[in-house]
C-alpha cells in the first residue's frame, strides 16, 4: 500500500475576481511547482461541507477528514480547548476566547484583537494573573492564553453539569446551532451571556460565564502589563470575549479504526491540533512554522514514520481575511517556491499518494471564507493524468475527480493508496 500525503492550504481558495480580471488568487499566484504536478494529476473541485456553507476552519477540517459535522460537530471551544492540552469532560463549558480592548467606563468594545499586537508573553502573564486572582462561585475554570491575541477557557461546575446552549458573548458571533454566524455591524457592547433554552445547566453557563467575564476584566484592567502597554501607546487587553461554547468533545471514530492506518499530523493552530489529535493523529510537532523549508523536511520525516501525514500550511488565510492580494498571492508563490520546490523533487510517488487542497476558500474580495468550493490536486504514479494545464479553479472545475464534498476525500485517498 502506498503512503498518503494530505496537504491543506488554509484559506487557498478563491472566487473568479473582477479585480483579477476574473481568476483567483491562486490562478494569478506564479506557482510552477503546483502547476508542473497538476499537469501530470488529477483534479475536481471540493465543497468542504456542502454546496452553499461557507464553514469556519474547525468544522471544514473536520469534514475533510472524514466525518460528517452534522453528526459529530459539538463547537469550536472545545475542539480548541483540546488543541490548547486543556481537559475537556462531558458538562464542561468550552469557549473561544480573545482578549480584546474595552472602553472601561462603558464596556465599548475599541478593538476586537487588542491591538494585534499582543504578544504571546504578554497574553500568557495575563492569564496566569487571571488564573491566580480570579474565584468563581461554584465552578472551577482554566483560562489558556494560545497563539497572539487568542486563547481557551474551560469552566468546570463543582456539582452538575453545564450546557453550551448559551449566546456568545463576543458580539461580533450570532450563536446558530452549535456554530457561531459572523454578523455584519455588530452591536459594540460586550454581550451579557444569554441561556438559551430554561434548563438549569444553561442559566448556571450564562451566569457563570459572566461572573468570569466581568471578575476578570478587573484583573485585567488593573495589570501591570496593561498599563505598561498604555504608557507604550498600546491598546490594554482588558476583556476577554468568548464565542463558540461547546459542552463536550465530539465522539469521532479514529482514523486507524476507519481505515487501519496510523496518520502522523503537522498543524500550527490549537484548534486543528485539537482535531488531530481528536482523530488519532499522532503529532509531529514544528519549532518555526514560518519555514516552510522546515515544513518540507517534516512532511519527508513523518512519511518515513506513519502510513499518511497531514500537513495543515496556514498561510493564505490571514491575508485573505484582510483583502490583501498582494499578500495573499505572494503566501501562496512562497508556498510553492519554498515548500513544495523542497519536498516534491524528494518523494518517490510510486509509493506515495499526494492531495493538496483547501479547508475553504477565503476570497480577498470578500474578507471572509466563503462557500466557493476549493481547488483539489491528486497524484501518484499511475494514476491516469488529466491533461489540465496549471492548479487552479478553474482548471480544477473541468478535472476528471469532478465536485466532490470534504467527506468523500479521505476515504478515495485511502482508495487510491491501496490500489
Ligand atoms: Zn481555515
Ligand atoms: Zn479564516
Same mark, same amino acid.
Given at each position: 500500500?502506498?503512503?498518503?500525503?494530505?496537504?491543506?492550504?488554509?484559506?487557498?481558495?478563491?472566487?473568479?475576481?473582477?479585480?483579477?480580471?476574473?481568476?483567483?488568487?491562486?490562478?494569478?499566484?506564479?506557482?510552477?511547482?503546483?502547476?508542473?504536478?497538476?499537469?501530470?494529476?488529477?483534479?475536481?473541485?471540493?465543497?468542504?461541507?456542502?454546496?452553499?456553507?461557507?464553514?469556519?476552519?474547525?468544522?471544514?477540517?473536520?469534514?475533510?477528514?472524514?466525518?460528517?459535522?452534522?453528526?459529530?460537530?459539538?463547537?469550536?471551544?472545545?475542539?480548541?480547548?483540546?488543541?490548547?492540552?486543556?481537559?475537556?469532560?462531558?458538562?464542561?463549558?468550552?469557549?473561544?476566547?480573545?482578549? !480584546? @480592548? &474595552?472602553?472601561?467606563?462603558?464596556?465599548?468594545?475599541?478593538? *476586537?484583537?487588542? #491591538? %494585534?499586537?499582543? $504578544?504571546?508573553? +504578554?497574553?500568557?502573564?495575563?492569564?496566569?494573573?487571571?488564573?491566580?486572582?480570579?474565584?468563581?462561585?461554584?465552578?472551577?475554570?482554566?483560562?489558556? !492564553? @494560545? &497563539?497572539?491575541?487568542?486563547?481557551?477557557?474551560?469552566?468546570? *461546575?463543582?456539582? #452538575? %453539569?453545564?450546557? $453550551?446552549?448559551? +449566546?456568545?458573548?463576543?458580539?461580533?458571533?450570532?450563536?446558530?446551532?452549535?456554530?457561531?454566524?459572523?454578523?455584519?455591524?455588530?452591536?459594540?457592547?460586550?454581550?451579557?451571556?444569554?441561556?438559551?433554552?430554561?434548563?438549569?445547566?444553561?442559566?448556571?453557563?450564562?451566569?457563570?460565564?459572566?461572573?468570569?467575564?466581568?471578575?476578570?476584566?478587573?484583573?485585567?484592567?488593573?495589570?501591570?502589563?496593561?498599563?505598561?502597554?498604555?504608557?507604550?501607546?498600546?491598546?490594554?487587553?482588558?476583556?476577554?470575549?468568548?464565542?463558540?461554547?461547546?459542552?463536550?468533545?465530539?465522539?469521532?471514530?479514529?482514523?486507524?479504526?476507519?481505515?487501519?492506518?496510523?496518520?502522523?499530523?503537522?498543524?500550527?493552530?490549537?484548534?486543528?491540533?485539537?482535531?488531530?489529535?481528536?482523530?488519532?493523529?499522532?503529532?509531529?510537532?514544528?519549532?518555526?512554522?514560518?519555514?516552510?523549508?522546515?515544513?518540507?523536511?517534516?512532511?519527508?520525516?513523518?512519511?518515513?514514520?506513519?502510513?499518511?501525514?497531514?500537513?495543515?500550511?496556514?498561510?493564505?488565510?490571514?491575508?485573505?481575511?484582510?483583502?490583501?492580494?498582494?499578500?495573499?498571492?505572494?503566501?501562496?508563490?512562497?508556498?510553492?517556491?519554498?515548500?513544495?520546490?523542497?519536498?516534491?523533487?524528494?518523494?518517490?510517488?510510486?509509493?506515495?499518494?499526494?492531495?493538496?487542497?483547501?479547508?475553504?476558500?477565503?476570497?480577498?474580495?470578500?474578507?471572509?471564507?466563503?462557500?466557493?468550493?476549493?481547488?483539489?490536486?491528486?497524484?501518484?504514479?499511475?494514476?491516469?493524468?488529466?491533461?489540465?494545464?496549471?492548479?487552479?479553479?478553474?482548471?480544477?472545475?473541468?478535472?476528471?475527480?469532478?465536485?466532490?464534498?470534504?467527506?468523500?476525500?479521505?476515504?478515495?485517498?485511502?482508495?487510491?493508496?491501496?490500489?
Amino acid at each position: 500500500m502506498k503512503k498518503i500525503l494530505y496537504v491543506v492550504l488554509d484559506g487557498l481558495g478563491g472566487t473568479p475576481d473582477p479585480k483579477l480580471n476574473g481568476k483567483t488568487e491562486l490562478e494569478v499566484a506564479n506557482t510552477p511547482n503546483m502547476d508542473h504536478l497538476a499537469k501530470k494529476a488529477k483534479l475536481g473541485l471540493m465543497d468542504p461541507i456542502a454546496p452553499g456553507v461557507a464553514p469556519e476552519s474547525d468544522a471544514a477540517v473536520l469534514s475533510i477528514l472524514g466525518y460528517d459535522v452534522d453528526k459529530y460537530y459539538t463547537g469550536r471551544g472545545p475542539l480548541e480547548a483540546h488543541g490548547a492540552d486543556l481537559e475537556v469532560r462531558d458538562g464542561d463549558l468550552a469557549w473561544r476566547a480573545n482578549f !480584546a @480592548t &474595552v472602553d472601561e467606563e462603558t464596556l465599548k468594545i475599541l478593538d *476586537r484583537r487588542a #491591538g %494585534r499586537n499582543l $504578544s504571546t508573553e +504578554e497574553a500568557k502573564a495575563l492569564a496566569d494573573e487571571v488564573n491566580q486572582k480570579v474565584k468563581l462561585d461554584g465552578a472551577d475554570f482554566i483560562f489558556k !492564553a @494560545t &497563539v497572539g491575541h487568542r486563547g481557551v477557557l474551560v469552566i468546570r *461546575r463543582k456539582n #452538575g %453539569r453545564l450546557s $453550551s446552549n448559551v +449566546e456568545n458573548i463576543d458580539p461580533g458571533y450570532k450563536r446558530h446551532g452549535p456554530y457561531s454566524i459572523a454578523i455584519a455591524n455588530p452591536p459594540k457592547e460586550v454581550q451579557k451571556c444569554i441561556p438559551l433554552d430554561d434548563s438549569e445547566e444553561a442559566k448556571e453557563a450564562a451566569r457563570l460565564t459572566d461572573e468570569f467575564i466581568m471578575k476578570a476584566f478587573e484583573v485585567l484592567k488593573n495589570s501591570e502589563i496593561n498599563k505598561k502597554r498604555k504608557a507604550e501607546n498600546k491598546k490594554p487587553a482588558n476583556i476577554i470575549l468568548l464565542r463558540d461554547a461547546g459542552d463536550s468533545l465530539p465522539k469521532i471514530p479514529t482514523l486507524n479504526q476507519l481505515y487501519g492506518l496510523n496518520f502522523g499530523s503537522i498543524v500550527e493552530m490549537p484548534v486543528e491540533r485539537g482535531i488531530a489529535l481528536l482523530t488519532g493523529m499522532k503529532e509531529v510537532p514544528i519549532e518555526d512554522s514560518t519555514d516552510y523549508k522546515l515544513w518540507a523536511e517534516k512532511v519527508l520525516y513523518a512519511l518515513e514514520k506513519f502510513d499518511g501525514v497531514y500537513a495543515h500550511l496556514k498561510g493564505p488565510d490571514v491575508p485573505g481575511h484582510d483583502g490583501d492580494y498582494e499578500k495573499k498571492i505572494e503566501s501562496i508563490e512562497k508556498i510553492d517556491s519554498v515548500f513544495f520546490e523542497n519536498l516534491l523533487p524528494k518523494l518517490d510517488f510510486s509509493k506515495v499518494v499526494i492531495a493538496i487542497t483547501a479547508d475553504h476558500a477565503t476570497p480577498c474580495s470578500l474578507k471572509s471564507h466563503s462557500e466557493d468550493p476549493v481547488p483539489l490536486l491528486i497524484f501518484t504514479e499511475g494514476l491516469a493524468s488529466d491533461d489540465l494545464e496549471y492548479f487552479g479553479e478553474s482548471a480544477c472545475s473541468r478535472g476528471s475527480i469532478g465536485r466532490i464534498k470534504g467527506t468523500e476525500l479521505m476515504p478515495l485517498l485511502v482508495k487510491i493508496a491501496r490500489e
